[in-house]
T-cell receptor, first 112, second 113 residues
């Protein structure tokens, strides 16, 4: 069966510090991968998606970037965090097309 | 511009009764709709989906209805249980969008014993 791992579960970072969140998927190959953010009191906002290694599409211009160095690994990064980057970050995968997306447990990021 | 709207931020229902969660969309290109359930500090869990070629899909206690002309869908939970208390998100995708989902802001369901 397929599983998705996302870490860390919580993170507190000072403003201006770098960020690296990692997501890995097991039990499938060539998945579509997604990063979402849920800000307080808001819905889920798609940040990045990837249909293959090295292929990244950005949905919202922001202080963040994403990379996919391996087929089942998706990384969310920032060089300098802003207060507005605080939120709940979720990684998801799908088998492609309009398949169901399956989410990781999420990372609660607090930028202070 | 919000393409997927869940106008009720919260809903309270008595255990055993029906819960009806509503969702409206504006983009006529959406042809696949999903409902997710989310507990605090956890990722959303897929519940049920419906394609635009159908108007109803049922899975156990959960039924989703789609009214394409009204651009409206609803999730019915019968009977409601205390364990159903969570935030429910409606999501939609359009063909050719790489499956990118547009989410509503969610409705918090509270099922009281």
């Amino acid at each position: 069966s397929q599983t998705i791992h996302q870490w860390p579960a919580t993170l507190v970072q000072p403003v201006g510090s770098p960020l690296s969140l990692e997501c890995t998927v097991e039990g499938t190959s060539n998945p579509n991968l997604y990063w979402y953010r849920q800000a307080a009191g808001r819905g889920l906002q798609l940040l990045f998606y990837s249909v293959g290694i090295g292929q990244i599409s950005s949905e919202v211009p922001q202080n963040l970037s994403a990379s996919r160095p391996q087929d089942r690994q998706f990384i969310l990064s920032s060089k300098k965090l802003l207060l507005s980057d605080s939120g709940f970050y979720l990684c998801a995968w799908s088998a492609g097309g309009q398949g169901i997306q399956y989410f990781g447990a999420g990372t609660r990021l607090s930028v202070l | 511009d919000q393409q997927v709207k869940q106008n009720s931020p919260s809903l309270s229902v008595q255990e055993g009764r029906i819960s009806i969660l509503n969702c409206d969309y504006t983009n006529s290109m959406f042809d696949y709709f999903l409902w997710y359930k989310k507990y605090p500090a956890e990722g959303p869990t897929f519940l049920i989906s419906i394609s635009s070629i159908k108007d109803k899909n049922e899975d156990g206690r959960f039924t989703v209805f789609l009214n394409k002309s009204a651009k409206h869908l609803s999730l019915h939970i019968v009977p409601s249980q205390p364990g159903d208390s969570a935030v429910y998100f409606c999501a939609a995708s359009a063909k050719g969008s790489q499956g990118n989902l547009i989410f509503g802001k969610g409705t918090k369901l509270s099922v009281k014993p």
